[in-house]
């Protein structure tokens, strides 16, 4: 999901300023957002490991907002790919399902940016 950003550009010099201001209008990539029950689901461990790999400092990077704790899960599915530890000769389907969303990911920021 994009969300669109809007900045007011002022002018360069105070004395050609005009009753309206310039907008320009930049495309930024949205996070998909999940609690911590959701992150725990998707990478197929308990809980209680994501809080313990919160308080030891590892484990997929995190955000606290509002007191509550969200994973991006293009963040989780990185995770997945950087710490597998099975054969790749061996063909795994989820594997490709997260390799895919992986090449979504970076073809929709590198559109955005």
Known sequence: MLWQIREICPPARRDQCRPTATIST???PFP?????REAARILGRSVATLKRWRYEGTGPNW???????S????VLL???V???RFDIAVPHPELEIVRAALDQSSKTSEASA
């Open 71 to 74: 994973y991006d899960v293009s």
């Open 78 to 80: 990185e995770f997945l």
């Open 82 to 84: 950087l710490h597998r």
């Open 32 to 36: 998909t957002l999940v609690d911590t």
């Open 26 to 28: 930049k495309t930024i």
């Open 63 to 69: 955000m606290e907002l509002q007191g509550r704790v």
